[in-house]
């Protein structure tokens, strides 16, 4: 098996190298999205906001903060603790608080993961590029080699057409794949975060005076 891929490797020529240049770049961006999404951006967000608001209910905002600062590095937390400082204050601020906090923990979540799609579109032109030398190469083994090596050129210049589109996919389809997971959990923790801001924002603004609590609704 890995003699079969080290030949299908070498019989692709120089075009391999650079795309398995961009597989590496794919697969660190990949991995490193994957550790930060999962475990320290993501957080159980139905069950951290129902505590925050049996304390806010309480009227506990200190614990509430407390509960925030237990997950450090989660986004929803911090966008929440940003509300919850702002409890005692009116409605306009803790709206303000809520959105500058936003538009810092976004970028983080949203950060490298586009640049998988373009990996995978790099791999597969590498990939078309070394197909298009190849051939050109074995054009030229048609219509300028000697007869006797006439064919060993042909069936090599078509080795390098056929390897490199190969790799090439080889290489995309899989990053095409982890940007569609990723960037899908990068959504799935930006809404919670839209989701449950504003209802903290109602929740803050209704406590104290009787109302339904809005993450009931």
């Known amino acids: 098996m890995l003699g079969e891929m080290a030949k299908f490797y070498t019989e692709g020529g120089f075009f391999m190298h650079p795309i398995s240049l961009v597989s590496v770049f794919g697969i660190a961006i990949a991995v490193e999205r994957f550790i930060f999404l999962f475990f320290k951006y993501n957080i159980n967000a139905n069950q951290f906001m129902a505590q925050i608001q049996k304390l ?19 986004a929803l937390p911090k966008v929440i603790k940003a509300g919850l400082t702002r409890a005692n204050k009116g409605e306009i601020e803790i709206a303000n608080a809520v959105e500058e906090a936003t538009l810092e923990v976004i970028p983080n979540i949203t950060k490298r993961t586009g640049t998988l799609q373009q990996v995978a579109n790099i791999a597969t032109l590498l990939g078309l590029l070394g197909t298009i030398m190849g051939l050109i190469d074995a054009f030229e083994a048609v219509a300028h080699a000697p007869p006797d090596m006439k064919t060993a050129m042909l069936t090599a210049s078509i080795s390098i057409a056929m390897n490199t589109t190969g790799f090439g996919l080889i290489v995309a389809i899989p990053t095409l794949f982890a940007y569609i997971f990723l960037n899908n959990v990068s959504k799935k923790i930006i809404d919670e975060i839209d989701q449950y801001s504003v209802k903290l924002q109602n929740l803050l603004v209704s406590r104290g005076k009787g109302a339904q609590s809005p993450l009931d609704r």
């Not at 806010?56 to 989660?74: H, T």
């Open 56 to 74: 806010v209910m309480a009227n506990n905002i200190d614990r509430a903060i407390k509960l925030c600062n237990a997950a450090p590095s989660a």
